[in-house]
């Protein structure tokens, strides 16, 4: 199973940002899939997910209404676009299947970084 994030960046608070996951080694129509943040010293933790077939979607309250989740299933793809970015934001940035199905290898993942 491998991950490859990309689309990070430096971005002053109030842009925007588009991060893409590829995915391949496993069925990725089948599985649920998330983003995940981890803050510097933290432990990496959920903040989107979405069904299989791309029908619904989750969220953490912190990114709720700011971020959002879509998949391309026929390009083993999930991108997560990130408006109104805040310093908080600042994070290195993982995909991999939700929380209940994640799989033990992660991706480098891409660092986002807010800040004027």
């Known amino acids: 199973v491998i991950f490859v994030e990309s689309g990070g960046g430096l971005v002053q608070p109030g842009g925007s940002l588009r991060l893409s996951c590829s995915a391949s080694?496993?069925?990725?129509?089948?599985?649920?899939m998330a983003w995940y943040r981890q803050f510097q010293g933290q432990e990496r933790t959920f903040i989107a997910g979405?069904?299989?077939?791309?029908?619904?979607?989750a969220y953490h309250a912190s990114v709720k209404g700011r971020f959002t989740i879509s998949r391309d299933n026929s390009k083993n793809i999930v991108w997560l676009e990130m408006n109104a970015l805040k310093p908080n934001d600042t994070a290195a940035y993982y995909c991999?299947?939700?929380?209940?199905?994640?799989?033990?290898?992660w991706g480098q993942g891409t660092q986002v970084a807010v800040s004027s």
């Open positions: 080694g496993f069925p990725f129509p089948n599985y649920a």
């Open positions: 979405i069904t299989s077939t791309g029908e619904n979607t």
């Open positions: 991999n299947a939700v929380p209940t199905h994640t799989f033990p290898s």
